[in-house]
C-alpha cells in the first residue's frame, strides 16, 4: 500500500518568508509526528497528533512553528518568519496507534532550505 | 526528558563480518526501542524494535539485545552485506508521544 508521502521534496526560502510543509499519513493511522533533522544528526521530536488534536507539541522550537491536522488525516507544519536555521529535512511519520503498538512509518522528508 | 547515546558514530566491516551499535538511554520509564536504517535521500525505516519486557530480538540476520538495568540496548547485524550500508539509529519512548533519537551510526561495509 502507500507509504508516508511528503510534500515538496525540497523547498527553498528566502529569510523571512512563511512556508507550508504537507504530510500525507499511511490511510487508517490516528498518530502523526512531525521531526526536524539537521545535517548528520538523528530525528528530533517537534509534534505529535493523535486523530485531529495536537497531544504533545511540546518540541516545536518556539511561537512561529505551527502544525495542523484538521481532519485527523493530512498534516501541515507551519512556519512563519523562517530564519536560516531552520534549515533541515522535516520529516512526517505516522502510526497506527493501538494498545502498545508504536511503529511508526517515516515519510522521505522535504528539505527546507532557508536563503 | 530522555537522552539516547549511540556509538560509535562511523562503523565499517568487510562483508560478512558482524557489525554492533550501541546505544545508552538515562530515563529507567522508557519502555521501547525502536532501530531505524535511513539511506541518503529517504526517511529512516523500522528495521526491528523491543519492549522493555523482552531482553532480545531476532530478525534473520539482525538482532537486538536490552539491558534494562544497564539501559543499554545494542543492534547486531551478523554477515552483512553491501546493502546493509547506511546510516542506522536507535530511539527511545516510554509515551510513545515523543521518541528520542541517538545521533546515528553510519555503516559502511566493504565488499
Known amino acids: 500500500g502507500a507509504g508516508v508521502s511528503q510534500t515538496p521534496s525540497n523547498k527553498v526560502t528566502e529569510k523571512g518568508k512563511y512556508v507550508e510543509l504537507r504530510c500525507d499519513p499511511i490511510?487508517?493511522?490516528?498518530?502523526l509526528y512531525w521531526y526536524r533533522q539537521s545535517l548528520g544528526q538523528g530525528p528530533e521530536f517537534l509534534i505529535y497528533?493523535?486523530?485531529?488534536?495536537?497531544?504533545?507539541d511540546s518540541g516545536l522550537p518556539n511561537d512561529r512553528f505551527f502544525a495542523v491536522r484538521p481532519e485527523g488525516s493530512v498534516s501541515t507544519l507551519k512556519i512563519q518568519r523562517t530564519e536560516r536555521g531552520d534549515s533541515a529535512v522535516y520529516l512526517c511519520?505516522?502510526?497506527?496507534?493501538?494498545?502498545?503498538?508504536?511503529?511508526?512509518?517515516f515519510g522521505p522528508g522535504t528539505r527546507l532550505t532557508v536563503t | 526528558g530522555e537522552n539516547v547515546e549511540q556509538h560509535p558514530s562511523t562503523l565499517s566491516v568487510q562483508e560478512g563480518d558482524s557489525a554492533v551499535i550501541k546505544c545508552t538511554y538515562s530515563?529507567?520509564?522508557?519502555?521501547?526501542f525502536p532501530w531505524y536504517k535511513q539511506e541518503l535521500g529517504k526517511g529512516p525505516q523500522l528495521i526491528i524494535d523491543?519492549?522493555?519486557?523482552?531482553g532480545e530480538k531476532k530478525d534473520q540476520r539482525i538482532a537486538v539485545t536490552l539491558n534494562k538495568t544497564a539501559k543499554h540496548f545494542s543492534l547486531h547485524i551478523t554477515e552483512t552485506q553491501p546493502e546493509d550500508s547506511a546510516v542506522y539509529f536507535c530511539?527511545?519512548?516510554?509515551?510513545?508521544?515523543?521518541?528520542?533519537f541517538g545521533t546515528g551510526t553510519s555503516l559502511t561495509v566493504i565488499p
Open positions: 511519520a505516522s502510526s497506527l496507534r493501538g494498545g502498545d503498538s508504536y511503529e511508526q512509518y
Open positions: 490511510s487508517g493511522h490516528t498518530a
Open positions: 497528533f493523535q486523530g485531529t488534536g495536537a497531544a504533545d
Open positions: 530515563d529507567s520509564a522508557s519502555n521501547y
Open positions: 523491543i519492549r522493555s519486557n523482552v
Open positions: 530511539a527511545a519512548t516510554y509515551t510513545g508521544n515523543q521518541f528520542y
